[in-house]
């Protein structure tokens, strides 16, 4: 799959929560395979960001399936895991504020509220199941993951944040935005 395989907002299907995968199957497993395909071919065209993670519905597939990177820090590393019927079963830590950014929200990042710790429980891409921690980074994407399977958006969580909104300058710097922009936007909300 390519990039353009990426739904963006204003797409409504992006604030649907996905279904929950009842078995595990090749098809699921293809369903993996294409979101690594376009997150990967999204990245390729950005020089300065990442592709952490993606959701199936950002493919519009609402499916509950996400794949996160294995190493956020090296781009030459491509691999990804997958995690299937993904649900955070405690919130722990304290709450940090930092940036995220998504591929269905084009040039709009935001400085977002999370957990610096959770606990979470998936199934692997062979229908195991898995149990696992996460803080810091790894903490904040899975969090970001999770509400798209549930129809959230992280901008939902600082719609009313005058000073939370930033764009990415050619530099590759980010630069605080105009709120009412924002607010007004068509796109966003
Ligand atoms: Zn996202």
Not at 21 to 40: E, G
Not at 80 to 103: H, Q, R, S, W
Not at 117 to 141: M, P, S, T, Y
Request: glycine share 4%; charged share 35%.
């Amino acid at each position: 799959m390519k990039k353009e395989d990426i739904i963006t907002l204003p797409a409504p299907q992006l604030r649907e929560k996905s279904s929950k995968v009842h078995v595990v199957t090749d098809a699921t497993r293809t369903l993996i395979h294409d979101m690594v395909s376009a997150a990967l071919d999204w990245e390729d065209s950005r020089p300065h960001e990442i592709s952490a993670a993606l959701a199936a519905i950002q493919i519009d597939r609402p499916e509950k399936v996400i794949i996160v990177r294995a190493d956020f820090d090296d781009k030459g590393s491509r691999e990804f895991t997958a995690l299937v019927n993904p649900v955070i079963v405690k919130y722990e830590g304290v709450i940090e504020e930092d940036y995220e950014g998504c591929l269905s929200v084009s040039d709009v990042y935001g400085k977002v509220p999370r957990n610096s710790k959770i606990r979470i429980k998936a199934l692997d891409q062979d229908g195991n199941e898995v149990r696992f921690k996460a803080e810091g980074f790894l903490a904040r994407v899975i969090q970001h993951e999770v509400d798209h399977t549930n129809g959230i958006v992280f901008i939902d969580h600082i719609r009313d944040k005058e000073d939370a909104f930033y764009n990415l300058d050619e530099k590759g710097d980010l630069q605080p935005v105009d709120y009412d922009d924002i607010k007004n936007s068509d796109i966003l909300w």
